[in-house]
């Protein structure tokens, strides 16, 4: 992986750390307002997310060179020196075709978390700060190049998350707080473990080395005692289950993902959206970037497994989502099922399989932020969740009726939705892989597009549908603020859907060279 | 003449127009509709109309050039530098076959589908602005509509079968969102109810059919590389030449999952359930959805992907397509909802288009002429049925009509002639496309027999003649007789409680059927929007066959014009079909069966339709005891005309042979006068020896086949049996998983969690005593345990979190400095 050789001059020389810590001095500025200053902490927050947002998305359309896979607007300078002769712990961000759209995302759904946040009545300041803390720690994931950077943000991130949900979350917010933590630090243990152990066998912590060592073949463990191999497992096998399921973790797959709905249910609405519209990213960002290119020949070796357990949660996500009677916990998921075709699509190790799996990130965030928000709209007036407890709201609530059926009919994946474009090319790019094994995992996962519908249009007909319950009858329908929140999310469903290119053609080059990187291994 | 030349610099742009004028119509309606003068319906009529326009004048252009000229009309887009690159811009260049680019394909079934649509759907539209009058969701009405044409159009234009599919798919979305119409209108509670679940399972049970398509598509593309139409021709063609004529294995069930796309969209066994319960929607909908839309998608697909399907393929698709022409056809019979009895017919008409396409070479062109007739007559008779039920104040039940012909003579006018082109009278269009779809089983199964051949040959004669009786007898139920309906008083409401998600399965409780029905005054005819609608598509469905007007050849001996414009050679041009007859089959063997099964096939339709029609009259028509004198005449006058153009057209016909077409149809006319004027003459005579024989009433009859008519009645069982293992199925696995979730996978998580608890008990015992607080990779790891183990029990997690990221920090920094 190389890095581009020219940088934008002066004060754009900085930008990626301007955009990841920014919030933090919005931050800064809010826990030193007045505890009653709501309405100003508000507005800051408001700017503070604002401004990432405006700055990254000059950088995806001014700065950005999508012709290249070069990692582009690369910072670099020695962090924590280790001593004489070893290399040191590094400040080493960029980003590239892959990341780049995740850091969009992160900044507009953390920018729309905070007006989404307006309705949690004893949001404090705490809150606001806590949330611009989060906004730094995803941000800083996907832009590190240099493992122990990346860890430290992977931790960061992990903090704010836990006080949001567990603070200002549901009637059982503690349980599920804590078993987000338990379940996401198990997996940084894994992560750690991992990280040292590459950082003993190569010297580095610096991702695009760990590669080229990859590539070279260099990174098999000689270094280690008994040259890195227990129990009969290679050294890159270990490396590659503790990182992959570190990862896993948190996209989340079968079977580590029963941390999901209780957070997901527990969560406010805001820290939903953002929980699955890019903490479940950096699940599969994570295995783009940090595992699968690291750890090549393994990643080949397992590719079947991978897309068997993909195949298993796009499937078996869907079955349960069928199943469930909290609209939430349902959305969460369709969640599940959705993140499955990302681990099919990358495991297919095809162009289109990897672009689709790179793009179904992105759509994902959109449309499963935008479900959250709409559950959220409705459990604010019902306060309650039960989907057999609803009825004939579209007479009550037309408008939000509109909005949620571009929603559904968005994640179900229908054509002219952004949702199609990259579950279709991950099913065929995993179609076309070259282990013909995958075709039957295909065939199995169409079957989650059928369950995906009845599960959404079932909903549909017992939230919307129907007689209208009279307990319902004075509520009003969508206000503009939530118009404001899901109406981006909403609109990005259409237009990438039509034109698909405006993400594809930004991730191509990035992917292009990541599936080479791969292919090479699995032929040599 | 040179306006009708094609041009494809210029025309692409206007067939470009075709979907983008109703598309912005929808953009606009669907934001600013609710502030518009009479909500917007007008701009979306109007927009259509333009589309009509535009695409009536390009079908002239190809239509000339298939009379004048033997060379096939096909043109591509993007031979002239018109496409659209979908999945990238820069990424990848356009020839890329990872670059989705996407053109227009016009050519002559293409040029007959687009002008059947535009023209279908501006009528349906200008029917819909009185038929829709005072609806609570009037301009989202049209907003939908309008889209639903927009995707037919987009899907008729499409060169590659993933544009298609798209288009295919937005169909089904906004089927689904016009079947639930009503879903959000609780004026009704009847059609509220049943609307919200129709939508559902519409949209469901085509998705089956969608999945299908998609893996088939996945197959090809596996292989091939491609998804446009051209490519996927060639390099089918090829591979199997070059397998000396045997067709990959893969070939075949890809194939076959691409017939299942088919089987959704066209409601054919088993995948028909959802088209019944379409209905449910505004009529309109269901003329757009019988006749121009969505089922026929399904058929189009065929067209387009006819020559990738293998033989064997092309075996299943005859055998499935009979099978639902006959079943389909003995339901329609017990069926007493106006609509329902249409619906019937769709799926039994939708069956022999799918048969005849199964034959290959005359039968594909069969099979799609068929598709086109059928979207005239039905369209028609889908909109007649709505302008009854708005007539008799949205009453369904046949049994709750009748006389209807006096008050509403346009209707009937209209129906009428759709119900002679439907039953396949001569001189109707649909006698011309059904004629040579029995032809086509004719000759396929005489040149190369097989059992699903031989079964299409016998269920299809059989199915037309149930068409023609139970369209007659919805004919004769609805407009004959004396008007049964309440006249202000009376119930209509009654009944509508005791239909549910189940009960609607057993068709038709006993005091009455579909009914939101409630009394009122007497029937009355439609407003003009909807009767000039009507007569339109009458015309359309009289004439749109064959226009024999011009030369007087009404049994088809010369080709009609969609056989001039479509035939094999013509729409896949340059490629040798592998799947038609086999080498054992010349030419000449084809042109001598071809004649006698036409032959064969004109004798046998006319006689099912005859038979059919009488058979409806005998037990339905009206008995002249009870219903005078009026009723008779009417009835013979149908009969009289028939016999008349049957015997006295063709004579008149003969007997000036080259005269101008002026002084041939003066002939005519005044023939046809004459013979009918002396036929009815004679009314009285043979109505007195058939009513002094006693006729049977309907209730005897379905009396006497016992269980087998309760199973017709009830669809045979297909709902329920749907129901009780696909559903029911799918709704246990949801549940057994949602049980496996939280009670197996969660709890052997939270079983970790109580095992590292006491582990962590432990090893803290471990770690003060034993380990002395020494600080080492195990001690390390296991307070990292103790602490996360204890976390569970203390929900302190402030402090805790910050000691276990310091401890894995530890751990790191002690690995590397150590």
Not at chain 1, 216 to 242: D, Q, R
Not at chain 2, 166 to 186: A, K, Q
């Amino acid at each position: 992986m190389e890095l581009q050789a020219s940088y934008p001059e002066g004060v754009l020389s900085n930008l990626l750390s301007w955009i990841v810590f920014l919030p933090m001095i919005g931050m800064a500025i809010i826990l030193c307002l007045p505890k009653d200053a709501m309405e100003t902490v508000k507005k800051v927050s408001l700017v503070f997310t604002g401004i990432p947002l405006v700055l990254a998305t000059y950088l995806y359309f001014g700065i950005f060179d999508k012709s290249t896979s070069a990692l582009q607007l690369v910072e670099r300078f020695d962090w924590i020196s280790l001593g004489a002769g070893e290399n040191p712990i590094q400040y080493f961000i960029g980003v590239d075709g892959i990341s780049l759209p995740l850091v969009w995302l992160t900044t507009l759904l953390l920018f729309i978390g905070v007006p989404a946040s307006y309705s949690i009545k004893n949001a404090s300041k705490a809150y606001y700060a806590l949330l611009l803390l989060l906004e730094v720690g995803i941000l800083g994931v996907f832009v590190s190049l240099d493992y122990f950077l990346f860890y430290v943000f992977w931790e960061i991130m992990l903090l704010p998350m836990y006080f949001l949900i567990g603070i200002w979350g549901g009637p059982r917010r503690e349980y599920a707080a804590i078993k987000f933590f338990l379940y996401t630090l198990a997996g940084s243990v894994l992560m750690l473990v991992a990280v040292v152990a590459l950082r003993i066998d190569s010297g580095t912590f610096s991702i695009p080395d760990l590669i080229s060592l990859a590539q070279a073949g260099e990174l098999t463990g000689a270094s280690l005692p008994y040259g890195g191999e227990l129990l009969g497992m290679k050294f890159t096998t270990w490396v590659f289950w503790f990182l992959f399921i570190s990862f896993a973790i948190k996209v989340p797959v079968f079977p580590f993902h029963t941390w999901l709905p209780d957070a997901h249910v527990q969560a406010p609405t805001p820290i939903s959206v953002i929980l699955a519209g890019i903490l479940l990213k950096l699940g599969g960002y994570g295995m783009l970037r940090a595992c699968f290119p690291i750890v090549p020949d393994a990643f080949n070796e397992f590719a079947y497994a991978l897309a068997v357990l993909g195949v298993i949660s796009i499937v078996y996500g869907a079955f349960v989502a069928l199943g469930q009677s909290d609209f939430k916990r349902m959305v969460a998921y369709s969640s599940v099922s959705h993140m499955g075709y990302v681990l099919l699509g990358m495991a297919a190790l095809t162009e289109w399989g990897m672009n689709g799996a790179a793009l179904q990130m992105f759509n994902h965030g959109t449309s499963s932020a935008a479900l959250f928000l709409i559950v959220g709209v409705i459990y604010d007036r019902a306060h309650h969740r039960d989907l057999n407890g609803f009825g004939g709201m579209s007479q009550q609530m037309p408008v939000y009726w509109g909005l949620t059926t571009i929603g559904f009919f968005a994640a179900l994946g229908l054509p002219g939705m952004a949702g199609f474009i990259s579950e279709a090319m991950t099913l065929v790019g995993a179609y076309s892989s070259a282990n013909p094994d995958f075709r039957v995992l295909v065939v199995i996962s169409v079957l989650g597009i059928v369950i995906t519908a009845a599960f959404l249009l079932w909903a549909m007909q017992r939230v919307f549908l129907g007689t209208l319950n009279e307990k319902y009858a004075s509520f009003p329908d969508i206000d503009k603020r939530e118009i404001f929140c899901q109406a981006p999310l909403l609109f990005l469903c259409i237009v990438l859907g039509i034109f698909p290119f405006y993400l594809l053609d930004w991730m191509e080059p990035s992917i292009a060279n990541l599936v080479e990187i791969l292919t090479i291994a699995s032929n040599g | 003449m040179d306006f009708l030349q094609f041009n494809p610099e210029v025309d692409f742009k206007l067939l470009l127009a075709v979907p983008l004028i109703p598309l912005v119509g929808y953009v606009v309606q669907i934001f600013f509709g609710r502030f518009l003068p009479r909500k917007g319906d007008w701009l979306l009529t109007a927009g259509m109309f333009a589309t009509m326009c535009i695409t009536v004048l390009m079908a002239a252009k190809a239509i000339s050039h298939g009379f004048s000229s033997s060379e096939p009309f096909f043109h591509l887009s993007k031979d002239v530098g018109m496409s659209f690159s979908w999945f990238y811009q820069e990424g990848k260049d356009a020839a890329d076959p990872l670059n989705m680019t996407a053109g227009l394909l016009y050519d002559g079934l293409g040029a007959a589908m687009l002008a059947v649509v535009g023209i279908v759907s501006f009528f349906v539209h200008l029917f819909s602005t009185g038929y829709m009058k005072g609806d609570k969701r009037y301009h989202i009405f049209f907003a939908n509509i309008s889209l639903f044409t927009v995707a037919m159009l987009g899907l008729v234009l499409s060169d590659n079968i993933l544009f298609l599919f798209v288009f295919w798919e937005i169909m089904g979305l906004m089927s689904y969102l016009l079947i639930g119409h009503f879903s959000h209108d609780p004026s009704t509670p009847f059609f509220h109810r049943w609307a919200t679940w129709a939508s559902k399972k519409a949209f469901l049970t085509t998705r089956v059919g969608d999945c299908c398509l998609l893996i088939g598509m996945m197959m090809f593309w596996q292989n091939f590389q491609t998804f446009q139409f051209t490519e996927l021709w060639r390099l089918t063609s090829e591979e199997v030449a070059r397998n000396g004529g045997e067709w990959p294995q893969w070939m075949t069930i890809a194939g076959l999952f691409i017939f299942g796309g088919t089987v959704g969209k066209s409601a054919q066994f088993p995948l028909h359930i959802w088209l019944p319960d379409a209905m449910a929607g505004p009529t309109p909908v269901s003329a757009m959805i019988h006749a121009a839309t969505m089922v026929a998608a399904g058929v189009f697909l065929l067209g387009r992907t006819f020559p990738i399907l293998s033989p064997d393929v092309l075996a299943i698709v005859t055998a499935t397509g009979a099978v639902t022409a006959l079943f389909a056809a003995t339901i329609g019979v017990t069926a007493f909802d106006l609509k329902a009895v249409l619906a019937w017919s769709t799926i039994s008409q939708l069956g022999f288009m799918v048969a005849a396409i199964g034959t290959g070479g005359i039968g594909l062109v069969a099979g799609l002429f068929h598709m086109v007739t059928h979207a005239f007559f039905k369209s028609c008779l889908f909109l007649s049925a709505g302008s009854v039920i708005h007539g008799c104040h949205h009453e369904q039940d046949m049994r709750k009509m009748g006389g209807l012909r006096k008050r509403m003579p346009l209707t009937f006018l209209a129906m009428g002639i759709s119900t002679l082109a439907i039953a396949g009278i001569p001189m109707f269009s649909g006698f011309y496309s059904k004629d040579k779809i029995i032809q086509a089983a004719f000759m396929k199964t005489s040149l190369e027999f097989s059992g699903a051949q031989a079964f299409a040959c016998f269920a299809l004669p059989v199915a037309a003649a149930l068409t023609a009786f139970y369209m007659f007898r919805m004919m004769f139920m609805t407009f004959a007789g004396e008007y049964r309906g309440d006249v202000a008083e009376g119930h209509g409401h009654g009944h509508d409680d005791h239909h549910d998600d189940h009960d609607h399965h057993i068709v038709h409780s006993e005091d009455g059927g579909i009914a939101g029905g409630h009394p009122g005054p007497v029937p009355h005819e439609s407003p003009l929007p909807m009767t000039l609608s009507l007569l339109v598509l009458a015309t359309l469905g009289f004439l749109g066959g064959k226009f024999w007007l011009a030369d007087l050849d009404i049994l088809a001996h010369s080709k009609p014009w969609f056989m001039k414009l479509v035939s094999p050679e013509k729409m896949y041009p340059g490629i040798e079909l592998m799947n038609g007859y086999g080498a054992q089959v010349t030419d000449a063997m084809l042109k001598s069966t071809y004649d006698s099964a036409h032959t064969w096939a004109m004798i046998i339709s006319l006689f099912v339709a005859s038979a059919g029609i009488f058979g409806a009259w005998w037990i339905y028509g009206p008995r002249l005891r009870t219903t005078g004198q009026a009723v008779v005449r009417w009835t013979w006058t149908i009969v009289c005309l028939v016999l008349a153009y049957l015997f006295g057209v063709p004579l008149v016909g003969s007997l000036i042979e080259g005269a101008d077409t002026l002084v041939v149809v003066a002939a005519w006319i005044i023939g046809l006068g004459l013979l009918g004027y002396v036929l009815m003459r004679t009314t009285k005579w043979i109505v007195g020896v058939f009513a002094g024989l006693s006729r049977p009433a309907p209730e005897n009859i379905a009396d006497g086949f016992g269980e087998l008519y309760v199973a017709v009645a009830n669809k045979y069982y297909i709902d329920e049996v749907v129901d009780a293992s696909v559903i029911r199925l799918s709704m246990l696995a949801s549940k057994f998983l949602r049980w496996f979730d939280e009670t197996i996978v969660d709890g052997l998580v939270l079983l970790i969690g109580r095992i590292n608890r006491s582990g962590g008990g432990v090893s803290a015992w471990f770690d003060q005593k034993v380990v002395d607080g020494a600080v080492n990779g195990v001690g390390a790891l296991t307070q990292t345990f103790g602490f996360i183990a204890r976390l569970f029990q203390t929900g302190r997690i402030q402090q805790y979190a910050s000691f276990a990221v310091a401890g894995g920090l530890a751990v790191a920094a002690w690995l590397l400095l150590g």
